[in-house]
């Protein structure tokens, strides 16, 4: 069993560039959601999703976008990359929005030069 | 303000001691209240949760939560090397918040 899958691990961008970070998950659970993970700040929610087609702004959703085609995926776009989008973002899911244990992936370590 | 507050630390103990890591919150909202472990380059677990005030103990783990106080704690008992992580408190209402997680070394 998987779990929570993203790709990359890593990647270095320049400013400006765009790219989707991905998210896949094997557990049938309808709640996905993305965080990033900042020196001090803990795990800022950026966006989420309740379901297939649907999905909401977070604490932190400007510059990036999401869609959700399929329950398994939950891809995270960066429109134009800026240095401050230098974070660990995490994909994580649960059973239920309300659910107490959020299951997250290893982690997508991004710079941005 | 933030939402859920929590002390990044760092904290350092020697192995055996006990622990305590606290964070306060502001919504009262919250219902689920969680303690998430994460180890260098991996994504949290949850290690424990509690539903509404109360304590709650699994091991050497105690998680306390006052909602009068809006304050949650959490306790670790003869602290090991392995329980050197950062520990995330977490909370949900509509969706879940995090606070800023402290980093606890434990020395041999």
């Known amino acids: 069993n998987a779990g929570v899958t993203q790709t990359p691990k890593f990647q270095v961008l320049k400013t400006g560039q765009s790219m989707t970070l991905q998210c896949a998950q094997d557990?049938?659970?309808?709640?996905m959601s993305w965080y990033r993970q900042d020196p001090g700040m803990g795990l800022r929610l950026i966006h989420y999703?309740?379901?297939?087609?649907?999905?909401d702004q977070g604490e932190v959703p400007n510059g990036y976008n999401v869609s959700r085609s399929t329950t398994e995926d939950f891809p995270l776009r960066l429109l134009s990359a800026a240095p401050s989008q230098t974070s660990v973002y995490f994909c994580?899911?649960?059973?239920?929005?309300?659910?107490?244990?959020?299951?997250f992936g290893q982690g997508t370590r991004l710079t941005v030069v | 303000q933030k939402e859920v507050e929590q002390d990044p630390g760092p904290l350092s103990v020697p192995e055996g001691a006990i622990v305590s890591l606290n964070c306060t919150y502001s919504?009262?909202?919250?219902?689920?209240f969680m303690w998430y472990r994460q180890y260098s380059r991996k994504g949290p677990e949850l290690l424990m949760y509690?539903?509404?005030?109360g304590n709650k103990e699994d091991g050497r783990f105690t998680a306390q939560v006052d909602k009068s106080s809006k304050y949650i704690s959490l306790f670790i008992r003869d602290s090991q090397p392995s329980d050197s992580a950062t520990y995330l408190c977490?909370?949900?209402?509509?969706?879940?918040?995090f606070g800023a997680g402290t980093r606890l070394t434990v020395k041999p």
């Open positions: 994580a899911s649960n059973d239920g929005a309300a659910s107490f244990e959020a299951f």
């Open positions: 557990m049938n659970h309808e709640y």
């Open positions: 999703s309740v379901g297939a087609g649907i999905t």
């Open positions: 919504n009262s909202a919250f219902q689920y």
């Open positions: 509690t539903y509404s005030s």
């Open positions: 977490a909370m949900t209402s509509n969706d879940m918040r």
